[in-house]
């Protein structure tokens, strides 16, 4: 299994740009979730999909933040427009939620390293 | 307030020796706890976890792990480190029934040849 696929690795944009994040999560995933790695806040979770339905976006920062989960295979997080403190390593992961109570192991992708200039 | 707390920004140990990472946290209810190693241009990968019973977990590359309530901590070990071993290390809580899991800010940790 290639495991969750994030794409770009590193990107570079201005402020002001519309920046869009991609990942594949593992395939017979259920579950997606995408997380911002800083410093200051260590990793945060952004949003989480179950049968590429948002369930909780509590964690997105402010309108500027969407995400989309068109379909099992694919998921989109955007941020239009960018600011410079939007920088971080944003992380999408995935699991299989058996819809019992115990915990589904999350598999991480490698991330994507943003820098907003 | 839901929260974990990793002590140490940064370690270093040299080959051979033994590893303890600090983990506290705080949480309202009964705990899951996690350690994940994150290797440079790497994602995140689940070393071990606890939700109930022997409060000494094992998990991969020889790694351990001990709950202890009273203390509120998740202690991380290994008792010999391998270069290969240097990263960044996370705790994480969550709660049973939860995808929602906080994670604390991380150790790296540097193994001197």
């Not at chain 2, 190693?37 to 020889?62: C, E, W």
Request: charged share 20%.
């Amino acid at each position: 299994d290639a495991g969750v696929i994030q794409s770009p690795r590193h990107e570079v944009t201005e402020m002001g740009q519309e920046v869009t994040l991609r990942c594949k999560p593992i395939s017979g995933h259920n579950s997606l979730f995408w997380y911002r790695q800083t410093m200051m806040r260590g990793l945060e979770l952004l949003i989480y999909f179950n049968n590429n339905v948002p369930i909780d976006d509590s964690g997105m920062p402010e309108d500027r933040f969407s995400a989309k989960m068109p379909n099992a295979s694919f998921s989109t997080l955007k941020i239009q427009p960018s600011e410079p403190r939007d920088s971080a390593v944003y992380f999408c992961a995935s699991s299989l939620d058996s819809g019992g109570p115990s915990y589904n192991e999350q598999f991480f992708g490698p991330g994507t390293r943003l820098t907003v200039l | 307030a839901q929260s974990v707390t990793q002590p140490d920004i940064h370690i270093t140990v040299s080959e051979g020796a033994s590893l303890e990472l600090r983990c506290n946290y705080s949480y309202g209810a009964t705990p899951y706890l996690f350690w994940y190693v994150q290797s440079p241009g790497q994602g995140l990968q689940l070393l071990l976890k606890y939700f109930s019973g022997d409060t000494l977990v094992q998990g991969i590359k020889g790694f351990e792990a001990e709950f202890k309530r009273s203390q509120s901590s998740f202690n991380l070990r290994k008792p010999s480190v391998h270069w290969s071993d240097a990263a960044e290390y996370f705790c994480a809580v969550g709660g049973k029934g939860t995808y929602k899991y906080i994670f604390g800010t991380g150790t790296r940790l540097k193994v001197l040849a």
